[in-house]
C-alpha cells in the first residue's frame, strides 16, 4: 500500500476495546480485550426476541395462508341467514328458529279449509272495479281451521294466518293476513282438542244499586265471580236464589267451573292485589278446592274462566275483546227505570202526567246513583248509575259431565261480592222478568244509546227464557273466518293456500303483508309452521281437471312442503366480491412471502480493514435544475460521510446534466475552501480536520428545506441560512466548541474565513449560464498532497448538444442525432478525447467509413445516462497510471452510492453500509448487488405527510418484510451498487438495433459505451435491480435514517408518481415480450402466481368432488374416490362432534360443509405438493452448484430465497395490473348504498372470520417491524416504526393515485410502441413532464370522491327506509290493527 493511505487514529472511542471480568470474584487485574480477538460463541441463541417475533410471523403467515382461503369459500357456501330468504321478493322473513322450518313437514292437512265455491252467485265482485263496473277479480269468504299439534311442540307462539293464492301454481300473492280474520286475528288454540271453549256476552248494563249505600261496594274492592253449571237442577237454585244472594259454600254443589276478575276498575290505579285473594294481574285466585284463597268444602272445580272486556262496550254486536286487566276497564253511565207497563199506560192516561225529563250528569255525582227526579208530585223512577262495560266470560277445559240430567251447553251467572260481604256472592246483571224495562247505556250527551224507552210501544218488553238467557254458547277457538277485502284474482283456475305464520314474523321489523304482494313458490314451510291448500276453478259451474289437484278439491301436501334448500349468497356482486377478494389476498400473499425467510448475514461492524478489498468508493450527485444551495447541501453531505481512515481513494462525483456554468465554478470553490482547512499538527492529521468541518456543516445543514435555500422559491435567503450553506456558522462552532481557535494560530484560519467569504459571496449569485453544451466538461479536485486525503472531487457534465425538433431522440445513430467515430484501434484512454470530437449526423451525407465505428454520444437522456457516464468516466480515472495502486486493489470491485440532490448523506452513511457488503468474516460477498437506505423527509411528519412524500409504508414494512430474502428494489437515490469489472472490459460494447437498416432491412449490430446502469425506461432503479436477480445477487436493506431529504412539492411528488408507474409498465413490456437471459425465471413466477390465483378462484367455485389431475388421467378414479369417502366420512364425524343438532335437522347443510372441507383440503394439499416440489428441485440443484461445483446450461434459482426476490421482481413489474381494484371497491361501495342488497351473511360467522384475519394481518405487521426494530436498536441505538398514518397515507395514495396509474398504463403502452418501433430513448423527462396532467387527475378525481360521498349519505339517509338493513327512521309505535 503506497505511503499516505493508512491514515492516523485520531480518537480513542471507537478502538474496539471492551471489559471484561468486572466485578469478578478473581484477584487478577481487570483487563481489556479488543473486540477482534474475542472468541465468537459457538452457537447463536434461538431464542432471541427477534427469532420470537420471526417464529410468530411464519405462524401468523401460514395460518393466514389457511384462513383466508377458507373465509372465501365460506363466503359462497354458508347458507343466508333465514330473515333475507326469498330477497328478490317482497319481504317475508322465513323461520329463523332452530327445527322451525321442519314444523310443517310432517303434519297431514293440518289447516282445514272451506272449499273453492263453484257458483258465480257465491263469490263477492266488489272487492275491484273499473269506472265504477265491476270485473271479473273477485274474493269470498274462508274458514282456517287449525289442527296441529306440532306446533305445542315447536314452541309456537301466537300463530296469525296468511292467505295465498295462484292461477298457475308458478306465480303467488298475498290476498289475506290477519287483518282480515274474525272472531280474533288469531288461533287462539291449535288443536280440536284445545280448542273447544264456551263463550257467554254479558249485558251492557249491570243491575241498578239498590240504595246509595251499595254504591261503595259496588265500585271500591270487587269480585265478579262465573259461575258455570251444567246442571238443571243447580241452575234452577241459582236462578230462584233468595234475594238474588247465594252462600260461598254452595258454590261446591251449585258450580262446576269457577273464575273472574277482581280489583277496582274504571281506570283504576290502585294494585289489584290489595285486595285478599286477588293477584296482581286483576284475577280471582281459584284452585279445585278454593275461591279467591278461601276453602270451599267439597268443592271439585275444574276448567278455567277468562273475562275480557268488550271494545264497544256500549254498542250491540260483535265483541272485539281486549286482553287488559281489569282495573284499566272503561266504565259507562246507564239509565234504568223501575216503573212498571201498566203504570206507564195510566200515567199517559192523565193529562200533564208522564215521564219526566232524564237527569242530566250535572246533576250526580260520579260514581253515585241518582233519581232523576225529586220526591214528591211529578218524581221520576228513573236513575242514572256507572256500569261495568259488557264482557265476554269464555269457559274453557270444561267437558260434558256423565248422566242424563245436564245441559247440552253450559249456563253462567255472574256474581259479585267484595271485602265487606266476604262469604256472600250476588248476581250482577238484573234479571229480565218482562215488567220493568232493562237498563240501557248512555253516550257522552247523556241520552240512551240504543232505542229510546219512551218509544217503546207499551207492553212490547221482550221477556227471555231464563235458561235460553245464562246459555253459553259453543266457541272453537281453532277455527277462524276470512273475511277478505283483497281480491283473490279472476275467476276460473285457483290455487287457494292457508300459511300459519309465528308472531315471531312481525316481531323482526316486519310490519304487515301489502295486498296482493308476491310471494316466493313452494315449498312454503321455510315461512310457514303449518300449511293446507284447496284448489279448483273459482265461481264457475265447471270444474275441468288442474294439475297438482286432487278429485276432491286439495292440493297434495309435498307440493306445499318439503326439504327446503338454503338461500346461498351466490349472486353476481358476491362472485365479484370474492375473485376481487382473492386477487387482492394473492397479491397480499406475495409481498408477505418474502417474510418466512431469514436474512443474509453480514459483517456488523464497520472496520477500515474492510476498503482495502475495494478499489474506490463514489458517491454521485446528479443534477438537472437543483441550484446551487441545493447541490452544496448534498456534496457537503458527500464528503462529511467519507469512511474513516478510509484505504481506498473516496470519489465525490458532480454530474451536472444542465451544464451550468454557476454550478462549476461553485464546485471549484468548494475545492478552494478543502484546501484552505488547516493541515496536520502534531495531534491530529489534515484528514481528520476535514472530517470534523464537514461532520459539523452536515449537522448544520441537515434539516433544511427547498423554500429556506430558495429553490423554486422567489427572494433571497436570510442571512442565518445563508451563514450555515457557506460554512461560516460550522467554523464558529468549530471555534467555539472544537477548541479551533485555540489550536489554530487566526492565521491559519484565515485563509479558511477567505475561502467561507468566496463562497457565501457565490452563494448570493442566482445568475444562471450555460455553456458548451455540446461537449463533455469534466473537472478534477485533488488534494494537493495526494496521499494526505482520500478524497477526490469530479466535475463531470457529459455532452448535452442541441438536438432537431424534427427528429426523434433515438438511442441508435441516426440522422439529427450526435455521434462520435472510434478507430478499430482506439484505446480506452483515447474515450474523452474521441467524444469530444462527436458531430451530428446529417440526413443525405450519413459517414460510412468502415475503418472508424460510429457510437451514439448519448444514448440515454436521463438519469441513467448520467449515471453511465460517470462510472465510465471514474473507471478510467482509476486506470490512469497515477490512481494504481499496485496491488489487488486495482481489480477490485467498487462501491458507486447515488445521492440525488435534494438529498444528504449522514456522516455515518457508509460506516454503516460499507459492512452490508461483507460477510461475517469480513470477506467481501460477491452475491451482494446493492443496498438500499429509505428516503426520510424530516418536515414530512406522519401526521403531515398527506401523499406519503416519506413512502413509508414501503420502507418500514415492505422493504423489512422483502429484506429477509435479499430482494429490496434499488429506489434510485440512497442505494449503493458494488460493481464487477472483468479484466480487460472495454468501455464499448456491441448491441443490436431495435430499427431496421434502411438498405438491408435487418437490425444490425453497433457500438454503444458500457452501460452499467439499464437505460431502457424513467426507472434505472427497478431495471437494474431486475438485473441483479435476475444473476442470482442479492439487495441488504440498512432500515436507518442515513440520509436527509428535502420534500418536493405536491404538483412534482405527483408527477413523480405517474412517472414511477409509467417507467413501470415500459419495463413490464420490456421484461415480458423480451428473451434477455434469464426472464424466463420471471415468466414462471408469473404463471405460478396466476396458477395460484386460478386454484382459489376454482377451489372457491368448484362444486364437484374431484380435482383435475383425475379428469386429465394422472390420478387412478377408483383411489381417489376410496379416499375421498374416507376423508368425507372423517369430516363428517367432526362435524357431528361441532354441532351434532344442527346436522342432524339440516343434512343438506352438512354436505355443503363437508363438500367445502373437502374442496379445501384438495387445494391445502395440492398447493403444498407443488411448493415442496419447488423446495427439493432448488434444493437438489443447490447441492448441484453450490456443493458440487456443476454449472447448468441455463441460470436457474438453487435457493428458496432466489423464488422470493424473483416473487418480488415480478411484483414490481405487474403491480400496476391491479390499478382497477381501486375503483372497484370505490364503486362497490357506491353500489351497495344505491342498489338493493341481494347478499346477506351470518353475522357469527363474518365476524369472525373478519376478526382473525384482521389479527394475522395486523400481527404480521407488528411482528415484523418489532423484529427489525429490535435488530437496528441492538445495532445503531435507532428505532424507525411503522404508525398508524403511514398506513392511512399509503391506503390514501392508493385511492388517490387510481386515475394515475391508468393514465401511465396508457402512456406507458405508446412509450414502449415509440421504443421498439423507433429505437426512441425513452428514458429521460424533461422538468415536471407530466405533472399538470397528474395534478389535475388527482384533484379531479378527488373531487370526484367527495361530492360521491356528500351525495352517497344524502340518498343513504333520505332513502333508507326502504333499503335493507339502511338506518331508516324507526317506525311509528301506532299499533296494527290501527294501521291502514
Not at 432537431?804 to 474523452?832: C, F, M, N
Not at 486493489?889 to 456522516?907: G, M, V, W
Not at 379416499?1123 to 372423517?1130: C, N, Q, S, V
Request: hydrophobic fraction near 40%.
Amino acid at each position: 500500500m503506497p505511503p499516505g493511505y493508512s491514515y492516523q487514529s485520531d480518537s480513542s472511542d471507537e478502538a474496539g476495546y471492551s471489559t471484561s471480568a468486572i466485578g469478578s470474584d478473581d484477584s487478577q487485574e481487570n483487563t481489556l480485550t479488543p473486540k477482534s480477538q474475542q472468541r465468537k460463541p459457538w452457537c447463536r441463541s434461538p431464542f432471541s426476541m427477534a427469532g420470537v417475533c420471526h417464529a410468530c410471523y411464519v405462524c401468523q403467515f401460514l395460518i393466514f395462508m389457511v384462513v383466508f382461503p377458507l373465509w372465501a369459500k365460506w363466503l359462497v357456501t354458508s347458507p343466508m341467514p333465514t330473515q333475507y330468504w326469498h330477497d328478490t321478493y317482497p319481504k317475508w322473513p322465513a323461520i329463523g328458529a332452530v327445527g322451525g322450518q321442519e314444523l310443517a313437514l310432517n303434519a297431514v292437512n293440518p289447516i282445514q279449509m272451506t272449499a273453492i265455491p263453484q257458483t258465480p252467485d257465491s263469490c263477492n265482485y266488489s272487492c275491484s272495479a273499473w269506472r265504477g263496473f265491476r270485473t271479473a277479480e273477485m274474493n269470498f269468504q274462508v274458514s282456517l281451521t287449525l289442527n296441529d299439534s306440532v306446533l305445542s311442540k315447536g314452541y309456537a307462539h301466537t300463530v296469525y294466518p296468511v292467505l295465498l293464492a295462484s292461477a298457475d301454481f308458478k306465480d303467488w300473492w298475498v290476498v289475506a293476513d290477519r287483518r282480515h280474520a274474525w272472531p280474533s286475528p288469531f288461533w287462539r288454540a291449535r288443536t280440536a282438542k284445545a280448542g273447544h271453549s264456551y263463550s257467554y256476552l254479558t249485558d251492557t248494563c249491570t243491575k241498578p244499586p239498590a240504595s246509595f249505600s251499595q254504591v261503595s261496594d259496588q265500585f271500591t274492592g270487587t269480585y265478579v265471580l262465573a259461575c258455570v253449571t251444567w246442571s238443571p237442577t243447580a241452575f234452577a237454585k241459582l236462578e230462584s236464589a233468595k234475594g238474588d244472594e247465594i252462600d260461598e259454600s254452595e258454590l261446591a254443589t251449585l258450580c262446576s267451573t269457577v273464575g273472574g276478575v277482581c280489583g277496582w276498575s274504571c281506570d283504576s290505579t290502585i294494585p289489584s292485589d290489595r285486595l285478599p285473594g286477588c293477584t296482581v294481574d286483576g284475577t280471582i285466585e281459584v284452585t279445585p278446592t278454593s275461591v279467591g284463597g278461601t276453602q270451599i268444602p267439597h268443592a271439585n272445580f275444574a276448567g278455567k274462566v277468562e273475562m275480557r272486556e268488550c271494545l264497544d262496550g256500549s254498542s250491540s254486536g260483535k265483541c272485539e275483546t281486549a286482553t287488559g286487566l281489569f282495573k284499566s276497564w272503561k266504565c259507562h253511565k246507564c239509565l234504568y227505570d223501575s216503573s212498571t207497563a201498566e203504570e206507564d199506560r195510566r200515567l199517559q192516561l192523565i193529562p200533564g202526567m208522564g215521564p219526566s225529563p232524564i237527569a242530566g250528569d250535572d246533576d250526580i255525582l260520579p260514581g253515585v246513583a241518582a233519581a232523576a227526579g225529586g220526591a214528591g208530585k211529578g218524581a221520576s223512577t228513573s236513575q242514572i248509575y256507572f256500569s261495568l262495560p259488557r264482557f265476554k266470560v269464555i269457559a274453557s277445559g270444561t267437558s260434558v259431565p256423565a248422566g242424563t240430567d245436564v245441559f247440552s251447553q253450559p249456563r253462567t251467572f255472574i256474581l259479585t261480592s267484595s271485602e265487606a260481604t266476604k262469604g256472600r256472592w250476588k248476581k250482577l246483571y238484573k234479571t229480565n222478568d218482562g215488567k220493568t224495562k232493562p237498563p240501557v247505556p248512555l253516550d257522552s250527551k247523556g241520552k240512551p244509546v240504543d232505542k229510546a224507552w219512551s218509544e217503546e210501544e207499551p207492553g212490547s218488553i221482550p221477556v227471555f227464557d231464563a235458561a235460553s238467557a245464562h246459555a253459553m254458547t259453543l266457541q272453537a277457538q281453532n277455527r277462524l273466518e276470512i273475511e277478505p277485502t283483497w281480491c283473490y284474482g279472476m275467476q276460473g283456475p285457483m290455487y287457494l293456500v292457508a300459511c300459519a305464520v309465528n308472531s315471531t314474523l312481525y316481531d323482526s321489523g316486519f310490519t304487515r303483508f301489502k295486498a296482493g304482494q308476491q310471494a316466493a313458490p313452494p315449498p312454503f314451510n321455510d315461512r310457514c309452521m303449518a300449511v293446507s291448500g284447496r284448489c279448483g276453478h273459482a265461481c264457475q259451474a265447471e270444474q275441468p281437471a288442474m294439475s297438482n289437484c286432487t278429485a276432491g278439491g286439495f292440493i297434495q301436501q309435498h307440493l306445499l312442503v318439503g326439504p327446503v334448500k338454503e338461500e346461498k349468497n351466490q349472486t353476481t356482486p358476491v362472485w365479484l366480491f370474492i375473485y376481487v377478494l382473492l386477487i387482492g389476498f394473492g397479491v397480499k400473499v406475495v409481498m408477505l412471502c418474502p417474510g418466512i425467510f431469514s436474512p443474509y448475514a453480514h459483517c456488523r461492524r464497520y472496520d477500515p480493514v474492510l476498503t482495502e478489498s475495494l478499489r474506490y468508493i463514489v458517491v454521485c450527485v446528479p443534477s438537472a435544475g437543483e441550484n446551487k444551495c441545493t447541490v452544496l447541501r448534498n456534496v457537503v453531505g458527500a464528503i462529511g460521510c467519507m469512511p474513516k481512515d478510509c484505504k481506498c481513494r473516496y470519489h465525490v462525483a458532480f454530474v451536472d446534466e444542465g451544464h451550468r456554468a454557476e454550478q462549476k465554478a461553485a464546485f471549484a470553490k468548494l475545492g478552494q475552501l478543502i484546501d484552505a482547512i488547516p493541515r496536520s499538527t502534531m495531534s491530529t492529521s489534515y484528514s481528520f480536520h476535514v472530517s470534523q468541518f464537514f461532520h459539523q456543516w452536515v449537522d448544520d445543514t441537515k434539516k433544511l428545506e427547498l423554500k429556506l435555500v430558495k429553490d423554486g422559491v422567489k427572494g433571497e435567503m436570510e442571512t442565518s441560512i445563508l451563514e450555515r450553506m457557506s460554512g461560516r456558522t460550522t467554523l464558529r462552532k468549530l471555534k467555539r466548541e472544537q477548541g479551533w481557535e485555540q489550536m489554530f494560530p487566526a492565521q491559519v484560519l484565515q485563509p479558511l474565513e477567505a475561502a467561507i467569504d468566496v463562497l457565501e459571496q457565490d452563494l448570493k449569485n442566482t445568475k444562471r449560464e450555460q455553456r458548451d453544451l455540446h461537449r463533455d466538461d469534466v473537472q478534477d479536485w485533488e488534494p494537493e498532497d495526494r496521499n494526505s486525503l482520500a478524497l477526490r472531487l469530479h466535475y463531470l457534465a457529459r455532452a448535452k448538444p442541441p438536438e432537431d425538433e424534427r427528429t426523434i431522440k433515438a438511442q441508435h445513430v441516426a440522422p439529427g442525432t450526435w455521434y462520435y467515430q472510434v478507430p478499430v484501434k482506439a484505446q480506452q484512454s483515447d474515450w474523452l478525447r474521441l467524444r469530444a470530437l462527436g458531430k451530428e449526423m446529417v440526413y443525405g451525407l450519413e459517414d460510412d467509413d468502415i475503418t472508424k465505428r460510429n457510437v451514439p454520444l448519448r444514448t440515454s437522456r436521463g438519469k441513467a445516462g448520467g449515471l453511465n457516464f460517470t462510472e465510465n468516466y471514474l473507471s478510467l480515472y482509476a486506470d490512469e497510471p497515477k490512481n494504481l495502486y499496485g496491488d489487488q486493489r486495482d481489480d477490485s470491485p467498487y462501491l458507486f452510492s447515488i445521492c440525488d440532490a435534494r438529498h444528504q448523506f449522514q456522516t455515518d452513511f457508509f460506516h454503516t453500509t460499507i459492512p452490508y457488503f461483507f460477510d461475517e468474516d469480513q470477506n467481501l460477498d460477491p452475491r451482494v448487488g446493492f443496498t438500499q437506505c429509505p428516503q426520510f423527509f424530516h418536515e414530512m411528519a406522519d401526521k403531515l405527510d398527506y401523499l406519503d412524500n416519506n413512502n413509508a409504508q414501503f420502507f418500514r414494512l415492505n422493504c423489512m418484510i422483502r429484506n429477509c430474502c435479499g430482494g429490496v428494489s434499488s429506489c434510485g437515490t440512497n442505494g449503493t451498487w458494488a460493481i464487477y469489472h472483468k479484466p480487460g472490459d472495454s468501455i464499448w460494447e456491441i448491441e443490436k438495433t431495435r430499427v431496421r437498416d434502411a438498405e438491408t432491412k435487418i437490425k444490425s449490430k453497433e457500438y454503444v459505451e458500457r452501460r452499467t446502469f439499464h437505460e431502457s425506461c424513467k426507472v434505472e432503479d427497478t431495471a437494474s435491480s431486475l438485473q441483479q436477480v435476475l444473476k442470482g445477487n442479492h439487495s441488504q436493506f440498512i432500515n436507518r435514517r442515513l440520509s436527509y431529504g428535502m420534500a418536493k412539492n405536491p404538483i412534482d411528488y405527483l408527477a413523480a408518481v405517474q412517472r414511477w408507474a409509467e417507467g413501470g409498465v415500459v419495463l413490464s413490456l420490456q421484461t415480458f415480450l423480451s428473451c434477455h437471459k434469464g426472464v424466463y425465471m420471471i415468466w414462471f413466477t408469473f404463471l405460478f402466481f396466476i396458477l395460484f390465483l386460478a386454484s382459489l378462484f376454482n377451489m372457491v367455485s368448484e362444486t364437484r368432488d374431484t380435482i383435475v389431475l383425475v379428469d386429465m388421467g394422472l390420478v387412478d378414479k377408483d383411489w381417489f374416490d376410496s379416499l375421498m369417502i374416507k376423508l368425507t366420512d372423517h369430516v363428517r364425524q367432526w362435524a357431528f362432534l361441532i354441532n351434532p343438532n344442527a346436522f342432524q335437522r339440516n343434512p343438506q347443510l352438512l354436505n355443503d360443509y363437508v363438500q367445502m372441507t373437502t374442496h379445501f383440503a384438495l387445494w391445502v394439499v395440492g398447493l403444498s405438493c407443488c411448493l415442496l416440489a419447488i423446495f427439493l428441485a432448488t434444493e437438489f440443484l443447490k447441492v448441484l452448484q453450490r456443493g458440487i461445483g456443476c454449472k447448468l446450461p441455463c441460470i436457474w434459482p438453487d435457493e428458496m430465497r432466489w423464488w422470493g426476490r424473483l416473487l418480488i421482481s415480478m411484483d414490481n413489474l405487474t403491480y400496476f395490473l391491479w390499478f382497477w381494484t381501486a375503483f372497484f371497491w370505490i364503486g362497490f361501495n357506491y353500489y351497495s348504498v344505491v342498489a338493493e342488497r341481494s347478499y346477506h351473511f351470518g353475522a357469527t360467522g363474518m365476524f369472525s372470520f373478519m376478526l382473525i384475519v384482521q389479527i394475522l394481518s395486523w400481527g404480521m405487521v407488528i411482528s415484523s417491524s418489532l423484529r427489525y426494530t429490535l435488530g437496528t436498536s441492538m445495532e445503531a441505538n435507532e428505532v424507525i416504526s411503522l404508525s398508524m398514518d403511514n398506513i392511512w397515507r399509503s391506503t390514501q395514495l392508493f385511492y388517490m393515485s387510481a386515475p394515475l396509474l391508468a393514465y401511465s398504463i396508457i402512456k406507458g403502452v405508446q412509450d414502449y410502441m415509440r421504443y421498439m418501433m423507433y429505437g426512441e430513448d425513452i428514458s429521460y423527462w424533461v422538468g415536471g413532464d407530466r405533472g399538470a396532467m397528474s395534478t389535475n387527475l388527482v384533484k379531479y378525481w378527488t373531487l370526484l370522491l367527495i361530492i360521491g360521498a356528500v351525495g352517497a349519505w344524502i340518498y343513504y339517509f333520505t332513502s333508507s327506509s326502504v333499503q335493507v338493513g339502511a338506518l331508516g327512521i324507526c317506525s311509528s309505535s301506532i299499533p296494527w290493527f290501527e294501521k291502514e
